[in-house]
């Protein structure tokens, strides 16, 4: 049987914009705008990408984040990931942004927020990739900073969904982002959140009762608590799991030991998506070859995965539908082979 992998129609959930910046534009972003890298080379940059755990990639990550002047910049960014959309069959889009990285050294919220739109916009047209917005807050940093981010935001609802919370997990628990949350929701946006990457399943519930998230970003570790567990199955709260972001900073030794396929037989709603794929070794297409391959899963698991991915989405019923009917065609082209 052939394998799916660049040939299934499948959603991303789990993306952060910044992370999809490669070596090469990095360097070439930095000449642009005359900013000095520590690396010589775009094989320099490459060889600094080994990491132990979330914050030794998290240092690395902001740092590259500098090169990002210009709506110009956001823009090719942006249209460069989708791009890899179009090319690897990923219909729809749902990608986290971090304005904190960027406003804290004096880039406009307009100057971001308007160079990944028009790109976002530009694909709908050009390329066929269907997208939305994700604004993330920065945990690591004040409650007090996330709130006046999200007032900043207010204007430019519409494209922006949802807010999220990513950055450093542990010491950082949902709670400390409750009212935040509560104001997001109050003013119309849906809420996500990391959890249970590095942090414990406390962090999941706190994420599911205190910040009221339609879906939760990771939460790999909820496999620590069965009554967890079965309330994620119960309430088929998805999960936007990444398998090789997982391997590349060590919340699994390697491939082989990911709970993936463990997680989908719990029953569990699982997606499979690219975190920070320039940084982590892959898009959509290269997580799904990774966890085929590591953990034995069938044509009917992937296209389970692809399934589920659209059905977690925040796209309307009536928008999922075309997209759920085109898998079904698909699953039925792979039974005929
Ligand atoms: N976890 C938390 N924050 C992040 C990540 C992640 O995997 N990627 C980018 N910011
Ligand atoms: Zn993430």
């Given at each position: 049987m052939r394998s799916p992998l660049l040939t299934l129609p499948k959603a991303e959930l789990h993306i952060h914009i910044e992370g999809s910046l490669e070596p090469e534009m990095m360097v070439a972003l930095a000449q642009r705008n005359g900013i000095t890298l520590p690396y010589d080379s775009v094989e320099a940059v490459q060889a600094?990408?080994?990491?132990?755990?979330l914050q030794s990639f998290l240092d690395l990550y902001y740092a590259g984040a500098?090169?990002?002047?210009?709506e110009q910049d956001f823009y090719d960014l942006t249209w460069a990931y989708l791009q890899k959309c179009a090319a690897q069959q990923v219909r729809h889009t749902e990608i986290f942004f971090d304005p904190q990285t960027h406003c804290d050294r004096g880039i406009p919220f307009e100057v971001v927020h308007s160079g990944i739109t028009q790109a976002l916009l530009d694909a709908r047209v050009q390329i066929g990739v269907s997208s939305a917005l994700i604004l993330c807050f920065l945990?690591?940093?004040s409650a007090e900073a996330a709130m006046a981010t999200l007032e900043q935001a207010l204007p430019y609802?519409?494209?922006?969904?949802a807010v999220g919370l990513d950055s450093s997990e542990l010491g950082h628990p949902p709670s400390k982002f409750q009212a935040v949350f509560d104001r997001a929701r109050a003013e119309g946006f849906l809420t996500v959140a990391h959890a249970g990457e590095e942090g414990p399943p406390e962090y999941i519930w706190e994420a599911i009762?205190?910040?009221?998230?339609s879906r939760i970003d990771h939460?790999?570790?909820?496999?620590?608590?069965p009554a967890l567990v079965e309330y994620l199955v119960e309430h088929q709260i998805p999960l936007t799991v990444c398998p090789l972001s997982n391997v590349k900073l060590c919340v699994f030794d390697e491939m082989a030991q990911h709970n993936l396929k463990q997680l989908i037989d719990l029953g569990l709603c699982v997606t499979v998506n690219s975190d920070d794929p320039a940084y982590f070794g892959g898009y959509m297409a290269e997580n799904f070859a990774a966890v085929e391959s590591a953990l034995g899963l069938t044509p009917e698991h992937l296209v389970q995965l692809a399934e589920n991915s659209f059905k977690a989405s925040f796209l309307p019923p009536e928008k999922q539908k075309p997209y759920l009917e085109e898998l079904l065609t698909y699953k039925t082209s792979l039974e005929k082979i």
């Open positions: 600094a990408y080994q990491f132990e755990n500098q090169v990002l002047q210009t945990r690591h940093l609802r519409g494209i922006i969904i009762r205190l910040l009221k998230v939460g790999v570790r909820c496999v620590e608590d």
